[in-house]
């Protein structure tokens, strides 16, 4: 089980797995991916990383062009200034326009 579905799980969130396309792995829909977000920032918890996947027609898919998304810790940051800088990045990765309600978002803690 992954650090996200573990917390997914603590706090009653949705997910979808990806087992299905050979990722061990679990996705969010935007509305449970900022809820995970919020949650690690209020835990200062870092964001990682976000890959994202397609859901089409309750299955999921690999997207036709690769996104993701990632966050490394600055060599003058501290742990508390990372987790928080991750979390606001994450969130306006995830919340920018590109994205449809059909996204969905593996987020790596």
């Given at each position: 089980?992954?650090?996200?579905?573990?917390i997914a799980n603590e706090l009653g969130l949705q997910y979808y797995s990806l087992d299905s396309i050979g990722v061990h792995s679990v996705a969010?829909?935007?509305?449970?991916?900022?809820?995970?977000i919020e949650y690690c920032r209020?835990?200062?918890l870092p964001v990682i990383g976000i890959d994202i996947y397609r859901l089409?027609?309750?299955?999921?898919?690999?997207?036709?062009?690769?996104d993701n998304w990632n966050c490394n810790k600055r060599c003058h940051e501290s742990f508390n200034e990372?987790?928080?800088?991750s979390c606001i990045e994450a969130m306006e990765f995830i919340?920018?326009?590109?994205?449809?309600?059909?996204?969905?978002?593996?987020?790596?803690?």
């Open positions: 089980m992954t650090e996200s579905e573990t969010y829909d935007k509305s449970n991916a900022t809820r995970l209020n835990e200062v089409n027609a309750g299955n999921v898919e690999f997207p036709k062009l690769y990372y987790a928080n800088r919340c920018s326009k590109r994205f449809d309600d059909n996204t969905l978002f593996d987020i790596v803690i």
